[in-house]
């Protein structure tokens, strides 16, 4: 279930569904990335700045309090101790050293709540090449801060100010600037969807830190955990937990989606809960679709989860009932950010808030050892948390 066949799909899900002019582009960086990951002086190159520039391994961090409070062992893998504050670091960086190691000259990235563009202008600022990021306009009201960091970096930030002026028309306009610029310029995808081979790609560069987290909790505990939580928008933090515990079937992974205003609204981005598979971005996967398949608005008051889709991998683990599927409304992630901030004196991004949320559910058996995934801090979320909380 780990890894697409040679066709690039996980089950029916995924494969290449794009024109004629990006089939060459594909399976050249595909080429190029089985030969990188081969590669022991690509190898060491990304593992030196990983470790000596973003600082990894990240600490698996008890959470005395919250345990304490749920009668249930926490565990907090602390990806928001990265370098740039979250996950997205660790594909954007590898991405961007196999750009360049193909000969691109220039990068491009999409970005919902900007940590993926800021990461992305991390990279291409170490390793020296210009980078264009597309972003919504209301992405961009609301994620102020780090717009500021990415043009500080030397990036320039697109504004798409059509349809819902989110995550999805910003990846629309990346795909359509690479369709015209694929022979000099790479298009850094920074979650787990896309056509093949992106999602294989994320996975593997996102893959470290379910191998990290599992070899720091057998350390702690000498035993697995009962649950692995993760908030999921189109995947990456997610599978790149889930991946080092996806054998272990007594390990539940669940998965947690942004219920917006509710469920029982449209306004929401549940898009394994609520969604059917359908084709959007290059790959299939489940999406939030009304009957005549139009694809629907997905809101989240987190602009990270704030997409009406989700990535083939999970899409396909959905289906085998390998993960578990709950949600968290956007009133349920800001209490959770609060709750969380006040009993840890850790302030998680309001994505990673929705997977705090989920503690707090009776799904859990006493003393029940746990896993969650801190995929960002909330620095990136003051202003709109202020307006809440």
Not at 301 to 319: C, R, T
Request: hydrophobic share 40%.
């Amino acid at each position: 279930m780990a890894m697409p066949d040679k066709n690039g799909r996980f089950g029916i899900f995924g494969g290449r569904y794009v024109p004629d002019t990006l089939f060459e582009a594909l399976s050249a960086l595909e080429k190029a990335y089985h030969k990188a990951i081969k590669d022991k002086a690509f190898k060491k190159e990304l593992h030196d700045y990983l470790t000596h520039y973003v600082g990894r391994p990240t600490p698996l961090t008890y959470a005395a309090s919250l345990s304490k409070i749920l009668s249930l062992n926490i565990y907090l893998k602390r990806e928001d101790l990265n370098h740039t504050g979250a996950h997205k670091i660790n594909n954007a960086l590898a991405q961007v050293l196999l750009a360049k190691k193909m000969g691109k000259t220039r990068i491009i990235a999409e970005t919902g709540a900007g940590q993926h563009g800021v990461a992305t202008a991390t990279a291409t600022a170490l390793l020296g090449l210009p980078c264009d990021i597309y972003m919504g306009e209301e992405d961009m009201q609301r994620q102020s801060l780090n717009v500021a960091r990415m043009r500080l970096m030397g990036a320039s930030v697109i504004k798409v100010d059509q349809g819902s002026k989110t995550l999805k028309e910003a990846t629309t306009a990346a795909i359509r600037d690479w369709m015209q610029c694929h022979q000099h310029t790479h298009y850094v995808i920074g979650s787990a969807l896309g056509p093949h081979p992106y999602p294989m790609m994320v996975h593997e560069f996102q893959s470290i830190i379910g191998k990290e987290a599992k070899k720091q909790l057998l350390k702690k505990e000498k035993k697995w955990p009962d649950a692995v939580i993760a908030c999921v928008g189109g995947g990456s933090n997610a599978i790149g937990i889930f991946s080092a515990f996806l054998k272990h079937r007594q390990t539940r992974l669940i998965a947690v989606e942004a219920a917006g205003h509710g469920l029982n609204t449209t306004q929401h981005a549940a898009s394994l809960g609520k969604g059917k598979p359908g084709i959007l971005h290059g790959t299939l996967m489940y999406l939030l679709q009304d009957f005549r398949g139009q694809i629907g608005l997905a809101h989240s008051i987190s602009a990270g989860l704030d997409y009406p889709g989700v990535g083939p991998e999970l899409s396909h683990l959905k289906d085998k009932q390998r993960i578990e599927i709950q949600s968290a409304t956007d009133q349920e992630a800001l209490e959770a950010c609060r709750w969380m901030a006040e009993l840890e004196g850790i302030i998680p991004a309001l994505e990673t808030a929705h997977a705090v949320a989920i503690l707090k559910k009776n799904i859990f058996k006493k003393q029940d050892l746990i896993v969650l995934n801190l995929s960002g801090r909330g620095d990136k979320d003051m202003m709109t948390i202020s307006q809440y909380v």
